[in-house]
């Protein structure tokens, strides 16, 4: 899944990246990797049980005329299906970011084992065995789903942790937006909390964390509103930490993806700073 500039950019995050600051293996233990890939089968297997039918399906279609029936058999029918759409559009959205997860878990681990060579890790198998991703419906650019399917507290959470960003700090926003992410996997509001843990990263200096955090802005969403603005931070903070080339690569991919967004202003003069060529 990981291909072309995000396996260039993912490696760079993690190999590159520990100069500057300390290094990710530092932070976390063998074991508590291992758990999180735990936990992401556990969320996997909780979904496909909400797939399974419970038998309390009850049928009740009014009308008193053979028409009248026909009428609302077809509208419990559309009413059906869209209702089944919106469930396989979420499970695979699901299923896509925790493969994403699962895939930089991987490199994760390969930093703590002695003798792993990151460049032969290949790319992560999707979940459940099947490329579930390429068939998610890809949205509009520029345009955020009129009604988003938000599950309950989601959006408190979300509120929450930007009061914290807003009120300056930036820690507790950080951790917020984390805590965010993992509790609700997939959902519509988890790109925009993956940019604003990159910002809250971004204003205590950690700049590596911010870089983690803006590919996985970008990785939820690559087509979204958000994603001009974390491919141009993604780039940004590369620059930042010293990964001139891959920060050029990444940089130059805003106005080949988003041509007329206004991220594409601030990339090209982040390039010429950089003296990208």
């Not at 992401?40 to 309390?56: A, D, F, N, P």
């Not at 493969?99 to 290949?122: K, M």
């Not at 599950?151 to 960003?165: H, P, T, V, W, Y």
């Not at 790109?191 to 204003?203: N, T």
């Amino acid at each position: 899944m990981r291909t072309g500039i995000f396996r260039t950019i993912t490696l760079a995050v993690a190999l590159g990246c520990a100069a500057p600051l300390p290094s990710f293996a530092q932070d976390q233990t063998l074991a508590d990797i291992r758990q999180q890939l735990t936990q992401l089968y556990v969320q996997i297997q909780e979904l496909k049980r909400e797939l399974s039918t419970t038998g309390l399906v009850a049928t009740n279609i009014a009308g008193s005329t053979p028409l009248e029936r026909l009428n609302a058999i077809e509208a419990e029918l559309q009413r059906l299906t869209s209702k089944t759409e919106e469930i396989e559009h979420r499970v695979n959205r699901i299923t896509a970011d925790g493969t994403n997860r699962i895939g930089d878990l991987e490199f994760r681990l390969c930093e703590l084992e002695p003798g792993c060579d990151i460049g032969a890790l290949g790319d992560t198998p999707s979940l459940g065995g099947v490329d579930n991703a390429a068939v998610v419906p890809l949205p509009i650019p520029g345009i955020a789903p009129t009604n988003p399917s938000l599950a309950i507290g989601e959006q408190a959470d979300f509120d929450r942790a930007q009061s914290m960003l807003d009120e300056g700090d930036y820690r507790g926003a950080a951790d917020g937006f984390a805590t965010f992410t993992q509790t609700y996997p997939g959902g519509p509001l988890s790109p925009r909390a993956h940019y604003l843990r990159g910002e809250a990263f971004e204003a205590l200096g950690e700049m590596t964390n911010a870089a983690r955090a803006y590919l996985d802005a970008f990785s939820a969403d690559q087509v979204g509103p958000t994603a001009p603005d974390a491919l141009f931070k993604l780039g940004w903070s590369l620059g930042a930490i010293g990964q001139t080339q891959d920060a050029c690569i990444t940089l130059a991919e805003v106005g080949n993806r988003f041509p007329g967004h206004a991220a594409v202003a601030d990339a090209q003069s982040a390039m010429a700073n950089l003296g990208c060529r």
